[in-house]
């Protein structure tokens, strides 16, 4: 229709006619371009959001098993403390229930890394990353990634450590029945459910009064001050992306 006024308006020679469907189409373009902008930035800004909050999920989560982590492994090193102690001194006794619960968490259990990444994960590998507008939390949310990967790579030196040296003390020279009674070091319930219930041995296994013994508590020991690095600088980055989620929430007016 526009376009047979305009043939018209050519035929006629009437220039001011002309001039005006002219401006009508080129408004009628640029409103067509804005509204379709429109409609993307809000769909965009409506992703982001989404984005943002099963982030933000995900960051509290990994805090809350960054702290419970930080406590265990704090636990882990009381408990080696207490056990290097007692096998220094000849004369020293200890009460068989707590021996057992030392040994277990100093010396058997690991405290193993639990953190959520799943959104960065998922934006990572579809390469929509650049969906969160925000380069300081991008960039926050990459040195992250490098983090864990190394505190990963940290706690499965700690696996071989426990394996070469926690172990073999352990299984060639005290009764595992009474440390398999007790809690993992991160509150779990015993690992054997059908270990039968039985009293402790009063006397405590010469094997903990040997170097070996005090050598496997030492290299634990020295595994866990890196790891606890890890997991305590990890706790902070996190806590860092939480504060960078909350304010690009508040960029882009996000229901809080």
């Known amino acids: 229709m526009l376009l047979h006024r305009v043939i018209a308006h050519l035929r006629k020679q009437e220039w001011t006619a002309i ?3 002219f401006l009508i189409v080129v408004v009628g373009v640029f409103v067509g371009l804005q509204v379709n902008n429109w409609n993307m930035a809000r769909v965009e800004r409506s992703a982001e959001i989404n984005y943002l909050s099963t982030m933000e999920e995900d960051v509290v ?3 809350g098993k960054l702290e419970e982590l930080i406590a265990a492994l704090e636990r882990q090193e009381e408990a080696r403390a207490a056990l290097y102690t007692f096998s220094l001194d000849p004369k020293a006794t200890m009460e068989p229930h707590l021996r057992d619960r030392l040994v277990a968490h100093g010396l058997f259990h690991l405290a193993t890394l639990n953190i959520r990444q799943v ?3 998922a934006l990572k590998g579809s390469g929509r990353l650049n969906a969160i507008s925000s380069p300081p939390l991008i960039s926050a949310l990459q040195s992250l990634s490098a983090e864990v990967a190394d505190a990963v790579r940290r706690e499965q030196d700690e696996t071989q450590i426990t394996y070469l040296f926690s172990d073999p003390p352990l299984i060639s020279g ?6 398999f009674r007790h809690p993992n ?3 779990a319930p015993p690992p054997i459910s059908w270990l ?3 009293a402790p041995s009063s006397i405590s296994p010469a094997v903990m009064r040997t170097l070996a013994f005090r050598n ?3 290299y634990r020991s020295y595994m866990t001050s890196a790891r606890l690095l890890d997991v305590r600088r990890m706790l902070e980055s996190h806590r860092r992306i939480a504060g960078l989620i909350d304010q690009r929430q508040a960029e882009i007016g996000a229901p809080q």
Request: glycine share 8%; no cysteine; proline share 8%.
């Open 19 to 21: 001039a005006i469907d």
């Open 61 to 63: 989560y990994s805090i």
């Open 119 to 121: 959104t960065y994960e």
């Open 174 to 179: 005290i009764d595992m029945a009474g440390p």
């Open 185 to 187: 070091v991160n509150g």
């Open 196 to 198: 039968p219930d039985a």
């Open 216 to 218: 496997a508590i030492l």
